[in-house]
């Protein structure tokens, strides 16, 4: 049974952080590319960053770059967003995907809120 188990999340003040995590269990996780979405209320989906499945570059939403580092460690088949400089608009829930080829897997989410 495939599993991406999103934590992390939380209640955060402007200029503050956090540090998303992602566990994965059923898939190899190793091969596939992984990636953090967010949606906040009223808008679409979009992706905030990506990690390949080897090596590679990392890929940032421009409203992040500088501020969001995403990694992974194949050995605990997890991936993590740190965020930081967090900012109001940076409110939405968090979503973790996992894709290789036309197979995606997605996360049930965890909210981040940045308000004082």
């Known amino acids: 049974q495939v599993q991406l188990v999103e934590s992390g999340g939380g209640l955060v003040q402007p200029g503050g952080s956090l540090r998303l995590s992602c566990a994965a269990s059923?898939?190899?996780?190793?091969?596939?590319?992984m990636s953090w979405y967010r949606q906040a209320p009223g808008k679409e989906r979009e992706l905030v960053a990506r990690?390949?499945?080897?090596?590679?570059?990392?890929n940032y939403a421009d409203s992040v770059k500088e501020r969001f580092t995403i990694s992974r460690d194949n050995a605990k088949n997890t991936v993590y967003l740190q965020m930081t400089s967090l900012k109001p608009e940076d409110t939405a829930v968090y979503y973790c995907?996992?894709?290789?080829?036309?197979?995606?897997?997605w996360g049930q989410g965890t909210p981040v809120t940045v308000s004082s």
């Open positions: 990690i390949p499945s080897a090596t590679g570059s990392t």
């Open positions: 995907n996992g894709r290789l080829g036309f197979l995606t897997y």
């Open positions: 059923g898939f190899t996780f190793s091969r596939y590319a």
